[in-house]
């Protein structure tokens, strides 16, 4: 039994020699450089992520995860995987930020003056427009009864001060009716 107690003791004390003799790096920081190509590529991916932290800290969080990987298998000596996540940790430093997409604003108006502000009408609404056009009309055709001295012009004129009323009050379909009235009876003294 002796002996296969000190064939193990042996062996454990062989093992734990080569295990300190094996550099390792703790798993936050990177192998000192110029150690090996792949200890260049860990220590180039540790300070393109501390450049990151500065400008992009979203990519330095994500070459964060390919860093670690790297550190951990140049720890158990798979230089391999090492060197793809160093890289891949590089790569994702190195990446640029997301720029905010500009929101563009439209020069087109959505309303036109003409729907917001109607046309301003001088006489305020087009039923009176239209009502003092044809009052003015009925003014016209009565004076020309009193010129010709026409046998209608009573009536007419009472059609115009009708209408004339009617005009002042707001009465405008009234006003249409009764100016027309006035306009027909002196049509007979235009011909």
């Known amino acids: 039994m002796k002996p296969l107690v000190l064939a193990a003791s042996l062996a454990l004390s062989l093992a734990l020699g080569t295990i300190a003799n094996a550099q390792t790096v703790p798993l936050g920081t990177a192998p000192p ?5 792949t200890a260049n590529l860990i220590f180039q991916a540790m300070m393109a992520q501390a ?9 330095a969080q994500a070459a964060q995860i390919p860093y670690q990987h790297a550190v951990q298998a140049y720890n158990t000596g798979d230089m391999e995987n090492a060197r793809a996540q160093a890289i891949q940790a590089m790569i994702e430093a190195n990446r640029a930020a997301n720029a905010p997409i500009p929101v563009l604003k439209s020069t087109i108006p959505t309303t ?4 917001t502000n109607p046309f301003p009408l001088a006489g305020g609404t087009v039923g009176h427009v239209d009502a003092d056009a044809f009052v003015a009309q009925a003014r016209a055709a009565v004076a020309a009864c009193r010129a010709a001295k026409s046998p209608n012009t009573n009536a007419a004129a009472a ?3 009708a209408a004339e009323k009617d005009d002042v009050a707001g009465r405008y379909l009234n006003v249409t009716s009764e100016a027309k009235a006035a306009v027909d009876l002196c049509a007979s003294v235009r011909r």
């Open 112 to 115: 036109s003056a003409l729907q």
């Open 159 to 161: 059609n115009l001060a």
């Open 33 to 37: 450089p110029n150690q090996s190509a």
């Open 51 to 59: 450049r990151a932290a500065s400008t992009n800290p979203s990519a």
